[in-house]
C-alpha cells in the first residue's frame, strides 16, 4: 500500500524601489556650462506565482514612474507607465524534460549578453518558448520568438527596432556544473530582423540575421577564482553589412578573508568608421551593459553601438563593512580597439 502527495504552493510578494539618482556625467561627459540632474524614480512590481509538481504559474505586473510626472488630482495618469512585465506557463514533462511559454526573463551566466537588467527599473523580458533539459549537472535551455506588433491580416512586417528588438529568435544554452571544479557554459543566440527597402515608400524585404557565439567559464583555486569569457559575432550588422566581431574577457579575484581584490581585462572589437561594407563592432545585445565597463555607463548602456570598440583594464576592491554593507573602489582605464 502507498500514497502519493502533491504539493502546492502559492506565493504573492510586491517589489517596492524608490531611487534617488543625482547625475553629473552619466552615459556621457557632462557638456561644459550644463547642470547635472537629479530626481527619483520608483518600481511598483507585484508578482504572483503557482507551484505544483508538474505546473508552474508566474505574474508579475509593474508601475514604472518618477514622483511628479503626474498632476495632483488628475482624473487619470497619462504616462503609460503601468506594464506587464512576466506572464508565463512551465510545464514539467518529465524529471529531465520541461517547457515555459510566454513572456519571460533570460539571464545566463555574468548576464553579458543576456540579462534581466534588473539595475533598470523596467528590465528585460522576453516573450518567447523555452524547453529545457537537465540530468547530471548538465542544461540545456532552447529558446525560440516570433514577434509581431499587432494582428494583423496581411503580411508580417515588423517596425519596431529600438534597442535591438528582434522579428524572430533562437538561443540555445547549455552548461554543465562539475562540482567544485567550475562552471562552463556554451552559447548561441541567432537574432532575425525586419529588412526594408530603400524607396520612398520602404516596404518589408525580408530578414536579416546576426548569430552571437560563445563561451563562458569560473574555475576557483583556493581564494583565486578565474572568470573568463569569449564570443564572436557574424551575419549582418545591417541590411546591406556584413558582420565579423568579437569580445573577450579574462578576470582573477582573489579573497583570502572577506575583502575581495579583482583585476580584468575585456576586449570589444570595433570598427573602422570610414568602412562601408564591413563592420567589426560587437556589440552585448541583450546584456546587463550597467555591470561592465563602469558605472558611469559611457560604454554600451543605449549607446556605443556599431562603434569603434574599447579596451577595458580595470580593478575593483570590495570592503565589507557591515552585515549588509560594503565599500567598493573601481578603476577602470580605457582605451578604444581601433
Not at 548602456?301 to 569603434?308: F, I, K, Y
Amino acid at each position: 500500500m502507498y500514497s502519493n502527495a502533491h504539493a502546492q504552493t502559492v506565493s504573492l510578494d510586491a517589489d517596492i524601489r524608490p531611487r534617488f539618482e543625482y547625475r553629473h556625467g552619466f552615459g556621457n561627459l557632462l557638456p561644459a556650462g550644463s547642470k547635472p540632474a537629479a530626481f527619483v524614480t520608483q518600481r511598483s512590481r507585484l508578482n504572483f506565482a503557482y507551484q505544483d509538481p508538474k505546473l508552474k504559474v508566474y505574474f508579475s505586473v509593474q508601475d514604472v514612474s518618477t514622483w511628479g510626472d503626474t498632476q495632483q488630482l488628475a482624473i487619470s495618469d497619462g504616462n503609460n507607465s503601468f506594464s506587464l512585465f512576466q506572464a508565463w506557463l512551465g510545464y514539467s514533462f518529465t524529471e529531465n524534460w520541461s517547457m515555459k511559454l510566454g513572456r519571460q526573463t533570460l539571464s545566463y551566466d555574468d548576464q553579458r549578453i543576456l540579462g534581466e537588467v534588473d539595475w533598470a527599473m523596467q528590465g528585460r523580458f522576453h516573450d518567447a518558448a523555452m524547453f529545457s533539459y537537465f540530468k547530471n549537472g548538465f542544461k540545456t535551455d532552447f529558446a525560440l520568438a516570433f514577434n509581431q506588433e499587432n494582428q494583423r491580416t496581411d503580411g508580417s512586417a515588423y517596425t519596431i527596432n529600438g534597442l535591438y528588438s528582434y522579428k524572430v529568435m533562437q538561443m540555445l544554452h547549455a552548461k554543465k556544473n562539475p562540482g567544485k571544479k567550475g562552471l562552463s557554459a556554451c552559447f548561441f543566440l541567432n537574432n532575425g530582423f525586419q529588412k526594408f527597402t530603400d524607396e520612398p515608400s520602404p516596404r518589408p524585404d525580408g530578414v536579416y540575421y546576426r548569430q552571437t557565439t560563445g563561451t563562458f567559464f569560473t574555475f576557483p583555486v583556493s581564494a583565486l577564482t578565474f572568470t573568463g569569457s569569449a564570443y564572436i559575432q557574424t551575419g549582418k550588422s545591417t541590411p546591406t553589412s556584413d558582420l565579423s566581431a568579437y569580445q573577450y574577457m579574462l578576470e582573477a579575484k582573489y579573497q583570502p578573508r572577506k575583502v575581495a581584490f579583482v583585476l580584468g581585462y575585456e576586449v570589444l572589437s570595433g570598427s573602422d568608421q570610414s568602412a562601408e561594407s564591413k563592420s567589426n563592432s560587437f556589440f552585448p545585445l541583450y546584456g546587463t551593459n550597467h555591470k561592465f565597463n563602469g558605472y558611469m555607463d559611457l560604454f554600451y548602456v543605449g549607446n556605443h553601438a556599431n562603434q569603434v570598440g574599447l579596451n577595458d583594464l580595470y580593478a575593483n576592491t570590495l570592503i565589507p563593512t557591515g552585515q549588509n554593507s560594503s565599500l567598493a573602489a573601481h578603476l577602470h582605464f580605457f582605451f578604444g580597439k581601433c
